[in-house]
């Protein structure tokens, strides 16, 4: 992995209410991301391929850009998107960051991607002297609505410290975790942590549907026990409530998983847990891919799996 900077040399963007945040993605958890910077007060430029899904950022007071080269001239800009093919196109492309932000520009994405690309990114922005954080995030949609994220970053500490009155806004528990890509890593670390974590609920819940148990009571009472976790405690109500909108969408889960699965291999682990989560989506990702995480469980019930 490239190393972090450990002492800055060169001047660091202005951080006030008057200069322009760049955010380029406004989907699920982006728009909620923007809507604390526009509360707090900060003007924010709005990039998304659909300008439909930031009609209601507009609406709320951000301004619209064209373009990622109009966006690249704000002096601190976020990322939030899908896959990392997307990260590669708006930094890498011709018509990208990297080609059109000025120098000293602090780039920082939000997006869960490779290590490798982060860290390719890192090495082709310092030799522009522009900054860049790979800061992939965790907390779903509830914790970007309500500014609880955990937010995991890799690169240059200084560029961290200097954009942390901004990142306060989106996240209760924000740190540097090592150089660029670094930040790439932990959240693998993270999603391989909840790939087991998530099917084993849902298979307890299964476990307890089919036995025929009171679901809220037993829920509940399980909840405070060993068994309790994030994904218990934010997913089974929507389970009951049979609301599996995304929060995080499968098909994102997946990509992660696979990410997870070849840095996996790179390092000679064979993770098996990891493995038999990824079939399992995998098998429901054609039909049920653009629910949460957590519809994987209406696509079991639907199949009659269990």
């Known amino acids: 992995?490239?190393?972090?900077?450990?002492?800055?040399?060169?001047?660091?963007?202005?951080?006030?209410?008057?200069?322009?945040?760049?955010?380029?993605?406004?989907?699920?958890?982006?728009?909620?991301?923007?809507?604390?910077?526009?509360?707090?007060?900060?003007?924010?430029?709005?990039?998304?391929?659909?300008?439909?899904?930031?009609?209601?950022?507009?609406?709320?007071?951000?301004?619209?850009?064209?373009?990622?080269?109009?966006?690249?001239?704000?002096?601190i800009i976020f990322t939030m998107l899908g896959f990392p093919q997307d990260v590669e196109e708006v930094y890498l492309a011709p018509h990208g960051l990297l080609?059109?932000?000025?120098?000293?520009?602090?780039?920082?994405?939000?997006?869960t991607s490779e290590p490798s690309l982060a860290c390719k990114i890192a090495q082709e922005a310092a030799a522009k002297a522009i900054y860049t954080l790979d800061a992939p995030v965790s907390g779903g949609d509830k914790g970007a609505r309500e500014g609880t994220l955990a937010?995991?970053?890799?690169?240059?500490?200084?560029?961290?410290?200097?954009i942390q009155p901004?990142?306060?806004?989106f996240g209760r528990k924000i740190l540097h975790v090592g150089p660029a890509g670094a930040g790439q890593h932990t959240k693998m670390a993270n999603q391989i942590m909840i790939a087991g974590t998530v099917l084993g609920m849902l298979e307890g819940m299964l476990y307890a549907e089919h036995a025929g148990l009171d679901m809220p009571k037993v829920l509940d009472l399980i909840g405070s026990g060993a068994a309790a976790s994030w994904s218990l405690a934010n997913y089974a109500p929507r389970i009951?409530?049979?609301?599996?909108?995304?929060?995080?969408?499968?098909?994102?889960?997946?990509?992660?998983?696979?990410?997870?699965?070849?840095?996996?291999?790179?390092?000679?682990?064979?993770?098996?847990?990891?493995?038999?989560?990824?079939?399992?989506?995998?098998?429901?990702?054609s039909e049920v891919g653009n629910l949460g995480v957590h519809g994987l469980y209406s696509f079991w019930k639907k199949q009659d799996k269990f």
């Open 99 to 111: 080609a059109n932000a000025k120098p000293n520009t602090i780039l920082c994405d939000f997006t």
């Open 1 to 75: 992995m490239t190393q972090s900077t450990t002492s800055n040399t060169h001047p660091m963007p202005i951080l006030d209410h008057h200069s322009p945040i760049g955010w380029i993605g406004t989907g699920v958890m982006g728009k909620s991301l923007v809507l604390h910077l526009l509360k707090a007060g900060y003007c924010v430029h709005v990039y998304n391929r659909t300008k439909q899904k930031a009609e209601p950022l507009l609406q709320a007071g951000a301004q619209w850009c064209s373009s990622i080269a109009d966006i690249a001239q704000s002096n």
């Open 151 to 162: 937010i995991m970053v890799g690169g240059p500490n200084f560029v961290l410290e200097h």
């Open 166 to 169: 901004i990142l306060v806004l």
């Open 240 to 285: 009951l409530q049979g609301d599996f909108q995304p929060g995080f969408f499968i098909k994102h889960f997946v990509k992660d998983m696979k990410i997870a699965q070849q840095e996996s291999q790179k390092m000679h682990l064979d993770l098996q847990g990891l493995m038999a989560a990824l079939a399992a989506y995998e098998e429901a990702l």
